[in-house]
């Protein structure tokens, strides 16, 4: 299994201002996944982001408030921008892969906005 | 279209009592399904997982059985301790996207 780091681990932002988290992996990956966590819910998937290739949002997510980047097979970023109190979740990454197409978590990102 | 639905919680059980967790999918084609965990302040962890009708995931006690007939992956754990106090959500891959049950709280008090 890989092993996913990510950064900040928590941080607390004021409205207006963006945030960019890190994630880190192990080993090479090809497919890399970013999920909201709101509150006491179920994971959200935001987008897929493969590296050399633009990242596919799902619905209710657009580039402009979530870009991302894919450098390399090892790393990815996601920015919350123009933030507001409505974005105060957790945000994990994750990597697919593996024989029988399980996903590998990070341990999340605890965003709180003010 | 695809989904999996979770047995609603808080779930509260006395150290040693026998755990249940119901899980039930929708899916066309043949998932695969999996039972993560998320202790409190962390991510997720993978506790298991099947790929097939009939197989039978296992890990630190729980056990979970893939049944195409009554599409169901329960999840089981003969006695649980107050350290599997944890969030544990249900999931399951077609292979172009992963599901997520919407999880159910677990708390062992001693």
């Known amino acids: 299994s890989a092993v996913i780091s990510q950064k900040p681990s928590r941080d607390i932002c004021q409205r207006g201002t963006s945030l960019t988290i890190q994630c880190q992996v192990d080993?090479?990956?090809?497919?890399m996944f970013w999920y909201r966590q709101q509150p006491g819910q179920s994971l959200t998937l935001i987008a897929t982001?493969?590296?050399?290739?633009?990242?596919?949002?799902e619905s209710g997510f657009v580039i402009d408030k979530f870009p991302i980047s894919r450098p390399n097979l090892t790393f990815s970023t996601l920015t919350v921008s123009n933030m507001s109190p409505e974005d105060s979740s957790i945000y994990l990454c994750?990597?697919?892969?593996?024989?029988?197409?399980?996903?590998?978590f990070g341990p999340g990102t605890r965003l709180t906005v003010t | 279209g695809d989904s999996v639905t979770q047995m609603e919680g808080p779930v509260t059980l006395s150290e040693e009592a026998f755990l249940t967790i119901n899980c039930t999918y929708t899916?066309?084609?043949?998932?695969?399904l999996f039972w993560y965990v998320q202790y409190p302040g962390e991510g997720l962890q993978l506790l298991l997982k099947?790929?097939?009708?009939?197989d039978k995931g296992s890990n630190k006690g729980f056990e979970a059985t893939y049944r195409k007939e009554t599409t169901s992956f329960h999840l089981e754990k003969g006695s649980v301790q107050v350290s599997d106090s944890a969030v544990y959500f249900c999931?399951?891959?077609?292979?172009?996207?992963?599901?997520f049950g919407t999880g159910t709280s677990l708390t062992v008090i001693p």
């Open positions: 999931a399951l891959n077609t292979g172009n996207q992963f599901y």
């Open positions: 099947a790929t097939k009708a009939d």
């Open positions: 982001a493969n590296q050399g290739s633009e990242a596919t949002y």
């Open positions: 899916a066309t084609g043949y998932p695969s």
């Open positions: 994750s990597v697919g892969g593996g024989t029988y197409y399980e996903q590998y």
């Open positions: 080993s090479q990956v090809t497919m």
